[in-house]
């Protein structure tokens, strides 16, 4: 398989992550993607570099003002007195105010959901290099590959149209699930990390042509907490087109494959053209941001469940963080799914 991979992920090295109020390391660290590409490269895959294809993919889903935001903040921050090096919001807007202000703090504030997406100096050229990274391997399915994966970082599903969260800025499963539609009548887009997806259920949820389900922990006690609920099934035009299934925390392979079995159900009714796979290995058993416990067996189940469905398949990486597992399941996914 074609594994489409950009080091300027390299410029992003966030800092920052609140975890009960104590300030940690944050997970999100460039080794993930060094040993997602050495486990690729080992299994023998072809990588390629992502081309640019300019702004107009992004802006097809991300507003300009939010766009604008993320490409100027890090230096317009370095203006302000006692300025940290790097972006972290210190109030958001809660359920009850909604105006997008003049000034930097609460702009910060508006277009992120949490402190969880520190912007650094080199984050939004990172941003944009990933959300290249999933255009391209898009494209290449788009040109008859039977599927294309994209070593994305930073990872995406988190982001919204207008707002950062969770280690996401643009999101590229997004970005690559409209650049398809532009020839395609209709994609979906299956979320296996452990978080919701919640930014892609946010960017489609009014939308019949992309449907969208998403595997994950049960948020009633888990990022991203506020959404994510079986309830959630799309609104509009596109009601019936969101699908929700969240697990119970400590569930494994069996729980994970009969809710996939589900997904599946679902997205062959919706008859897309191609699938997207928001592919996170923090539902690991060894992940230490994971609640579930699949195994590297159920990563290969998973991956050959999928590859039966027989669509045109983009894989986006999304969350899985650095463990002894994390090479070796993208390794064991990636065979599964060739051994079709
Ligand atoms: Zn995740």
Redesign the pocket.
């Known amino acids: 398989m074609q594994i489409v991979y950009s080091p300027t992920h390299e410029k992003h090295q966030p800092k920052t992550f609140i975890r009960r109020g104590t300030v940690v390391a944050n997970p999100e660290v460039a080794a993930r993607a060094a040993t997602l590409l050495a486990a690729a490269r080992g299994a023998g895959h072809r990588i390629v570099a992502p081309d640019d294809f300019g702004a107009g993919p992004r802006e097809a889903v991300h507003g300009k003002d939010y766009l604008d935001f993320l490409a100027t903040v890090h230096a317009r921050w370095q203006g302000l007195a006692g300025a940290a090096e790097e972006v972290v919001p210190n109030i958001h807007p809660g359920r009850h105010m909604a105006r997008r202000p003049v000034g930097l703090a609460g702009l910060v504030g508006y277009h992120t959901a949490d402190t969880a997406c520190p912007i650094g100096a080199g984050t939004w050229e990172a941003a944009v290099a990933s959300a290249n990274v999933a255009l391209h391997a898009a494209s290449l399915v788009l040109a008859g590959a039977p599927a294309a994966y994209g070593l994305c970082r930073p ?1 995406g ?1 988190h982001a919204y149209a207008d707002m950062a969260g ?1 280690f996401c800025y643009l999101n590229n499963v997004a970005i690559a699930a409209q650049h398809m539609r532009s020839s395609l009548r209709r994609v979906a887009i299956l979320d296996i ?3 919701h997806g919640n930014g892609t259920q946010g960017i489609f949820y009014e939308r019949p042509d992309v449907f969208f389900a998403s595997l994950h922990a049960d948020p009633g006690d888990y ?1 991203p907490f506020f959404c994510g609920y079986a309830e959630e099934t799309g609104a509009g035009a596109g009601r019936g087109c969101n699908l929700n299934l969240p697990l119970a925390h400590g569930s494994g392979d069996r729980e994970m494959l009969t809710a996939l079995e589900t997904a599946l159900a679902a997205i062959g009714r919706h008859a897309p053209d191609a699938v997207l796979v928001s592919l ?1 290995f ?1 539902a690991s058993e060894h992940d230490p ?1 994971g609640v579930l416990k699949v195994s590297g067996d159920g990563f290969a189940a998973i991956a050959r469940r999928i590859a039966a469905a027989g669509l045109p398949t983009v894989l986006i990486q ?3 963080y650095m463990s002894a597992a994390l090479g070796d399941n993208l390794a064991r996914f990636l065979a599964a799914f060739e051994a079709r």
């Open positions: 990872p599903h969770g990390d452990v978080h990022y996170g923090d941001l999304e969350g899985g």
